[in-house]
């Protein structure tokens, strides 16, 4: 990228800055309200009732997620190994079973509601793994049509909208930031309202519901790959010809960062000044991360949403919701 592109991002990064400082400043101002989520609050409105000069809704859309990956690598450094193994084995089993059961239970849901194949994969695949990377993965693969993915897209979104300010609210209810921070991590859709939503609780709940939600991306590109081969079989779909380039292409390669600095920040190589630079690092990458996460909530967009597809995916929350807390509080009481 050229330094000339770069520069043209400055007043949109400037601009996410500014009104993270200012989500900082009312969270500070509100009990028990992470200012994460006020810097989403604050994107949405934004985005929504303001019109922005495109020179800063450039940068803010071309930057936020880069701010966003580069934190959860960063985070790895916060992350400690003890706490993995004292809740990998549960946290494993619980996040297998609900992204089977999930994927299995909207594709009955969709075959129910009588909607079109491909839209019921699109939204099967959104809700079990990873939000809209895995719809526009699954899509792809299977090569359904822009409106069911537009449609797909939508529907997470507006969940991804409700559960980032309602599971904060009940999280207030839940003491242990290990029940909540799997629940929040096994049962919510995209990985930055996930994240969102565990650390509004707290640091402990956000660690975890981030790797729960990075051991589900990493199936973005299996279910892609076996969805793919499904439809080719019925000959819906043409086929992947190198199967392995295309899981490597649709593997998102910030887990591998992750998982190098959470390795780095265990081998007690790095001090402990070091460690807390690190800390106020993916703090303040995340502030700016999720005010352009809030950008890129367009509320005229989610209209696009069916109410068949609004309501597949309402029913199988609604049940993988109360399910996964069921199991977070039996798992990790």
């Known amino acids: 990228m050229s330094m000339k592109k770069i520069v043209e991002f400055v007043p949109g990064i400037i601009f996410l800055?500014?009104?993270?400082?200012?989500?900082?400043?009312?969270?500070?101002?509100?009990?028990?309200?992470?200012?994460?989520?006020?810097?989403?609050?604050?994107?949405?409105?934004?985005?929504?009732?303001?019109?922005?000069?495109?020179?800063?809704?450039?940068?803010?859309?071309k930057t936020h997620k880069l701010f966003l990956n580069t934190g959860i690598v960063?985070?790895?450094?916060?992350?400690?190994?003890?706490?993995?193994?004292?809740?990998?084995?549960?946290?494993?089993?619980?996040?297998?079973?609900?992204?089977?059961?999930?994927l299995f239970l909207v594709e009955y849901l969709s075959k129910k509601f009588k909607i079109d194949p491909k839209l019921g994969s699109c939204l099967s695949s959104g809700s079990s793994v990873c939000g809209v990377s895995a719809v526009i993965a699954t899509g792809a693969a299977i090569d359904a049509k822009k409106e069911h993915i537009a449609y797909a897209i939508a529907t997470i979104l507006t969940f991804d909208v409700i559960t980032v300010f309602l599971y904060p609210l009940i999280g207030n209810l839940i003491a242990s930031p290990q029940v909540y921070g799997a629940w929040t991590g096994v049962s919510m859709f995209s990985t930055g309202t996930t994240i969102a939503a565990g650390f509004a609780h707290s640091d402990m709940?956000?660690?975890?519901?981030t790797i729960a939600k990075m051991v589900r991306n990493t199936f973005i590109g299996i279910w892609a790959l076996l969805y793919s081969v499904y439809y080719v079989r019925k000959g819906l779909s043409s086929k992947i010809v190198n199967k392995?380039?295309?899981?490597?292409?649709?593997?998102?390669?910030?887990?591998?960062?992750?998982i190098i600095v959470l390795f780095i920040a265990n081998s007690g190589i790095l001090s402990t000044t070091q460690l807390g630079y690190m800390k106020n690092a993916y703090n303040w990458l995340f502030m700016l991360a999720f005010v352009g996460l809030g950008y890129n909530m367009d509320l005229n967009e989610l209209k696009k949403t069916g109410v068949?597809?609004?309501?597949?995916?309402?029913?199988?929350?609604?049940?993988?919701?109360?399910?996964?807390?069921?199991?977070?509080?039996?798992?990790?009481?």
């Open 244 to 258: 392995a380039s295309y899981l490597w292409n649709k593997f998102p390669k910030i887990i591998i960062g992750f």
């Open 205 to 209: 709940a956000g660690q975890i519901a």
């Open 74 to 102: 960063i985070l790895g450094a916060r992350v400690l190994l003890k706490d993995i193994i004292r809740v990998g084995p549960e946290l494993l089993l619980m996040i297998v079973v609900f992204i089977f059961f999930v």
């Open 308 to 333: 068949k597809p609004f309501l597949i995916v309402l029913i199988s929350f609604i049940i993988v919701s109360l399910l996964s807390l069921a199991a977070a509080f039996l798992l990790f009481k």
């Open 17 to 61: 800055f500014i009104m993270g400082l200012f989500a900082k400043y009312i969270g500070s101002l509100i009990p028990h309200v992470s200012y994460l989520i006020i810097a989403i609050l604050l994107g949405i409105i934004s985005a929504n009732l303001v019109k922005l000069p495109v020179l800063i809704t450039e940068g803010i859309l």
